[in-house]
């Protein structure tokens, strides 16, 4: 373990853009103007989580673009984008088109696996190709390949009154080195690293080994090591941790308590792995700016890492966020030594 953690070099934050059925503009409206309140607040990025047939936000890309036109320095990021539900070429094409609107500050997280509730949805999804449709990290790597600019057909050129070209059109030169893997287990941190991706690791991981104890902090830093191990770039290579943390400085004595009990209520999860998977989900972290610091400094893998993305909860309301934000800006952040932009 390193003797003391790095500075926190970026502060960002991740929103799943909860929405009412009846009034879902008004959900992504909020969406929208909690990433502008990051950046004023300061903030180097703002992450959108991703959801299919919830009420959540389904179209992340779309609601990159809108905040592109509304704000002008913070990065924009998916965290992440599930591939088994998107057309690589496709996708491509869309990331392109938003990173150039919103001057190259798309950060894209993608991740691979079948959709979830396969069996429910791939009559919808792929009602032709279901039981032939690959999973496999093959997806992402065509993506990859597709963003940094390799073709993606023998054909280019002039016919009739059209120019065709036979890359993903537009190009955004700078993309292909903001990709980022969304991984748990340490075969997609190393395949990651391999690949040249940066690393988006959350509060959930894998315990891959047969036997306990099993230590959160420890299986995370495990796959930042491998991942830098396994990338070109070695210790420099972009690693960001995804923990909730929820500060309470300026929180009304109700907001308070309904913190604590929303991470009560989830804690059980976190005392051993859960379901076939095994997945080792993190404590959530609530208290004052100061005692979210204490606690960070002695996890062994945000010791490692000078990049956050704080995951928002799933179910507060707006003028909560805006307090967590504001405490974690100008409280939590300067408290890991972390500075606002200008």
Known sequence: MPPTPRPLRKLGFLTIGLFDEADPRRGHESTLEIIELGERLGFDSAWLRHRHLQYGISSPVAVMAAASQRTSRIELGTAVIPL????????AEDLATVDLLSGG???????????????????????????????????????????????ATDFSGVEGFEVFSDRVQPHSPGLGRRLWYGGGSLGSARWAGEHGM?????????????????????????????FRAAHPDGEDARVSQG???????????????????????????????????????????????????????????????????????????????????TDMATRLGPALGWRPAA
């Open 84 to 91: 088994g539900w998107e057309n690589p070429l496709r996708l």
């Open 105 to 151: 500050r798309v950060n894209p997280g993608v991740s691979v696996g079948p959709p979830m509730h396969y069996d429910q949805v791939k009559g919808a999804l792929y009602p032709d190709t279901a039981d032939v449709e690959d999973f496999s990290y093959e997806r992402v790597r065509r993506l990859l390949d597709l963003v940094r600019g390799k073709p």
């Open 198 to 226: 940066n690393f988006l690791t959350s509060s959930v991981v894998k315990a891959e080994a047969a036997q306990g104890p099993y230590d959160f902090a420890e299986i995370q830093l495990s796959h930042i090591r491998a």
């Open 243 to 325: 923990l909730v943390v929820i500060p309470t400085d300026s929180a009304s004595p109700e907001q308070r308590a309904r913190y604590e009990e929303y991470a009560a209520q989830r804690t059980p999860r976190t005392e051993s792995p859960q379901g076939p998977a095994r997945l080792m989900f993190a404590p959530d972290i609530v208290g004052t700016s100061e005692q979210i610091a204490e606690r960070l400094h002695a996890h062994s893998a945000f010791r490692e890492i000078d990049e956050v993305a704080f995951a928002l909860p799933f179910t507060f309301g707006h003028e909560d966020y805006v307090q967590i934000l």
